[in-house]
């Protein structure tokens, strides 16, 4: 099921062989090896991904539908089977549900200015979650604002999980919009979100997902889930920087007005009038990233290979360890302690901000995340100004927890 994390269904895991296949892990920063810990916000790539890169451009690239020469088709049927290969990942009903982006990002206020400005009008509400990232928060905020809607947010617990009860409140025939992430970014808290497009499709509400931390740990099936709208980030999930990926059902895409205009998204133009041409197309102006589409394919395939499950199941057991050795650490507490967590960690230690925490780990060679990771009302909730955060990827080990955690220690000592 998406929304689950099943450790039993992980297959054999060579962890040794995963590392060797991402050439950054074999560097060394202060002559000590790196530990990299910041997956949640981008993560590394294989070499498989930097390899199909590389050899696009050296040997294939061209641009693509708008040539008749043989590089322009090869460019064009790589980025149409990378189209094929999100299709399948996602289990989409069709291609043209599968709309290329930026990221997320884009993906939301695409959904947001073609979806939300055109169906939302005043006196609506649109429904978000007190854990959302400011990138699903502020596209909705101006459409409300915009159109005289009002902005509705589900509470959360102590735990960091959302109180369903209180959701099923706010829902109304007024709601048009519910948008919440699948995992978030700050806690690690794996949302119940087929419970959460059940309910808002009882009120004919239209649910989008932000999946930027959900597709790169879960199992995604967007039949199954029968969410109208699913994104997710290239570089989170082991691919390239500058392309991400829209899932929308076909009726809501003919329905919605183009985010961007310009070349190739066009049927005909004239100066009186013009008209455009079918999705996923007329959501894709201009040039697109292509080697950059070329590449989150190469990534999707890679962890096809590896299998979701089985990277699933490894940061399930990363996560088990991080949280039992952190909770050894004196003055440090876990932010985020929901009974459905991805591979995340969020804290915070008594004895510095997590500013000094993330520089004095840097020099440990430990990359982590400090701040308030683009959710500021998530800190808020939880009476801190930002956190440290420790965030897994399949090629972490149980002895990188083992050097966080020293170097936590060794932060206590410097800053006592």
Not at 184 to 202: M, V
Not at 244 to 258: D, I
Request: hydrophobic share 40%.
């Amino acid at each position: 099921m998406a929304d689950v994390l099943n450790p039993s269904e992980s297959k054999a895991y060579d962890l040794a062989a995963i590392r060797q296949d991402f050439p950054v892990l074999s560097r060394t920063f202060y002559d000590k090896p790196l530990v990299y810990l910041d997956n949640g916000a981008t993560t590394q790539k294989p070499k498989a991904v930097i390899d199909r890169i590389h050899r696009f451009y050296s040997e294939e690239y061209g641009t693509v539908r708008r040539g008749v020469y043989a590089l322009s088709e090869g460019s064009t049927e790589a980025f149409a089977q990378t189209r094929e290969t999100v299709k399948a990942f996602l289990n989409a009903a069709q291609s043209s549900e599968i709309v290329f982006t930026k990221g997320t990002t884009e993906a939301i206020n695409l959904v947001a200015h073609s979806y939300g400005q055109p169906f939302i009008q005043a006196g609506d509400e649109v429904i978000v979650s007190a854990m959302e990232h400011h990138a699903n928060i502020v596209p909705w905020q101006q459409v409300c604002l915009a159109k005289g809607a009002t902005l509705k947010v589900i509470p959360m617990n102590e735990r960091g999980e959302l109180i369903l009860e209180e959701y099923e409140k706010l829902l109304s025939p007024k709601t048009r919009v519910v948008a919440v992430n699948h995992v978030s970014n700050a806690l690690g808290t794996i949302n119940p979100i087929r419970r959460i497009i059940e309910l808002a499709h009882q009120t004919g509400a239209v649910v989008f997902i932000d999946g930027a931390q959900g597709a790169p740990h879960l199992n995604v099936d967007v039949q199954a889930l029968d969410c109208d709208f699913y994104a997710f980030s290239g570089h989170k999930i082991y691919g390239p920087t500058g392309v991400g990926v829209l899932y929308a059902k076909q009726a809501h895409l003919e329905a919605m007005v183009p985010y961007q205009t310009g070349g190739d998204m066009i049927e005909t133009v004239t100066f009186e009038k013009t008209t455009f041409t079918q999705p996923p197309y007329k959501f894709e102006a201009g040039t697109p990233p292509i080697a950059q589409v070329v590449g989150l394919g190469a990534a999707i395939d890679y962890v096809n290979e590896v299998g979701l499950s089985a990277i699933a199941a490894h940061e399930h057991r990363l996560l088990k360890y991080a949280t039992e050795q952190l909770n050894t650490v004196p003055g440090l507490s876990i932010i985020g302690t929901a009974s459905m967590k991805a591979g995340l960690i969020s804290f915070v230690l008594e004895a510095a901000h997590p500013l000094d925490i993330g520089t004095l780990l840097d020099h440990e060679a430990i990359a982590i995340r400090t701040g308030h990771h683009c959710a500021q009302p998530v800190m808020k909730r939880f009476n801190v100004p930002a956190t440290a955060r420790a965030s897994f990827g399949m090629y972490n080990t149980f002895d990188e927890i083992d050097r966080l955690v020293a170097g936590l220690h060794k932060v206590i000592d410097m800053m006592g």
